[in-house]
């Protein structure tokens, strides 16, 4: 029989609607889960009793008087720490920000508040939002709820290894360049990045502004619409935000593919991608087609460039948006300096850790007088290249299929001393936030080691819900969600 924190996010729903369970019991079976076993997985910085059983309790008593509720009355959540929150600290997993507390909330959390949703507190992620593993965060690393002693993924590792662990019926990331997908396949879990402007930006704290977009993790892809149909709409507040006539996305929840044309980019199944990843996405490639869709090979022409220009856009993007961060304003400050440049140095010095810091550095350089044209200028013309190419793609297919990322989750510390080496896990998903498109991660079997491989769904601008459809459609072919662990 299932624990009450191991219901999906539907059923919570359903048996809190019909009054079967309590949403003060059922988070005080999802704390009592994080008392188990957080201390090994180490996803969480912040958590919020106190609130989180003062919010669901409200939500009881508005249930028992027959008051309206909101659309995820009474669920348990968690937050990414870069989503600002007036409740809790917003520390970015930095210790430049440790001490932080926003005076505002970001427009999401509004909206999960409106929902009455329940937030149990802030997720751990690798430091700004920058790596792959979450082993960047200022915190403590965060580990692969499959397996120990293995990585999460990153930077929202802490979003997916809490949903993976059931230590959260949902989770909010952020994804610049795969932050969301990538933690998500090699937890087993669901993770969408929506097209940008999709899901406000407003009150998220910025690594690359072009390039971020917020998104749900979920146990499948059931719950996920039910987010989603809470995340999307415009917000005047960010300048980003797109006016779009959004449908319920939980009427995309039908097993139909028939006639859809999915691309499989011949240039995502090359040299560097681990054979049993390989497998796995090319079995998802054949049930599709044995549900009716049409699946092609494609050429893909841009995606070696993609990557550099990817951590050049990024950098460069990163290098301006942390240059607030001086001593002066607010976050941490040196003790002690002899001038304001010394405040300066000292501060920044202290306060990043080593991956931020190497991204400040390459972003400076490539903004800098006299290589501007040939770094950043090339990386935007790039930029516009990768764009077309999906657009061109898209005016054929559906849908594109692919991995998500090269390999299964590695062994913590394995690529810690390679920055290359990591970059190069994320050559799968950096096209998708150049491009600005919509992306989902869903499982699609086991390495022979036992750990999750994910696929991609790559979607139209403003398609959600045809990712959703396809995404739905595989996951009932196969049984719905598992999760061994």
């Known amino acids: 029989m299932k624990k009450m924190n191991e219901f999906t996010l539907a059923e919570s729903l359903s048996l809190l609607g019909k009054k079967e369970i309590s949403s003060q019991e059922l988070v005080s079976a999802y704390f009592e889960q994080i008392d188990r076993v957080d201390a090994e997985v180490g996803a969480w910085i912040t958590l919020d009793r106190q609130g989180a059983l003062r919010q669901a309790a409200r939500i009881d008593d508005h249930r028992l008087k027959g008051l309206a509720l909101g659309p995820l009355a009474g669920v348990p959540g968690g937050l990414k720490d870069n989503l600002c929150t007036t409740t809790m600290p917003t520390t970015c997993a930095s210790k430049m920000l440790v001490q932080y507390t926003s005076p505002f909330d970001a427009t999401v959390v509004e909206k999960l508040a409106g929902a009455d949703a329940v937030i149990l507190g802030k997720l751990n992620m690798d430091e700004f939002a920058m790596g792959s593993s979450t082993e960047n965060s200022y915190i403590k690393p965060v580990r692969n709820p499959v397996d120990l002693t293995r990585v999460p993924g990153g930077s929202s590792g802490g979003s997916a290894a809490a949903v993976a662990s059931f230590q959260a019926a ?58 989603m149909n809470v995340l999307a709409g415009h917000d005047p507040r960010d300048s980003t935000s797109v006016t779009v006539d959004w449908p319920d996305f939980r009427d995309s929840l039908r097993a139909d593919v028939k006639g859809m044309k999915i691309a499989l980019p011949k240039e995502y199944f090359g040299k560097g991608l681990n054979p049993e990843v390989k497998a796995a996405v090319l079995e998802a490639a054949r049930r599709f087609e044995l549900l009716g869709a049409d699946v092609d090979e494609v050429g893909v022409t841009t995606m070696e460039y993609a990557l550099p220009a990817y951590y050049l856009i990024s950098s460069a993007e990163a290098s301006s948006n942390l240059a607030r961060f001086d001593g002066v304003q607010y976050g941490y400050r040196a003790d002690d300096f002899e001038d304001l440049r010394d405040l300066y140095v000292k501060t920044r010095s202290q306060g990043f850790g080593k991956e931020v810091k190497r991204r400040i550095l390459l972003g400076t350089y490539a903004l800098s007088s006299g290589y501007y044209d040939a770094y950043y200028k090339k990386a935007q013309q790039v930029r516009g290249l990768i764009r077309k190419e999906f657009s061109d793609l898209f005016k054929t297919y559906d849908l594109i299929l692919s991995p998500v990322a090269p390999t299964t989750a590695w062994k913590l510390g394995e690529k810690s001393k390679d920055p290359l080496e990591m970059y190069m896990e994320d050559i799968y998903t950096v096209p998708i936030n150049i491009a600005g498109v919509p992306a989902i991660s869903v499982p699609c079997g086991k390495d022979t080691s036992g750990m999750p491989v994910g696929m991609q769904l790559i979607g139209k601008p403003f398609d959600e819900k045809t990712l959703i459809r396809a995404a739905y459609t595989f996951e009932q072919s196969v049984g719905g969600w598992r999760h061994d662990g």
Not at 194 to 205: E, K, N
């Open 170 to 227: 949902f989770t909010l990331g952020s994804d610049t360049g795969g932050s969301i997908r990538q933690p998500a396949a090699f937890c087993g879990v669901v993770g969408l990045k929506p097209t940008y402007g999709a899901v406000s930006r407003y009150g998220l704290i910025a690594f690359a502004s072009s390039l971020d977009q917020i998104g749900p993790l979920t146990r499948d892809v059931t719950d996920l619409a039910h987010v």
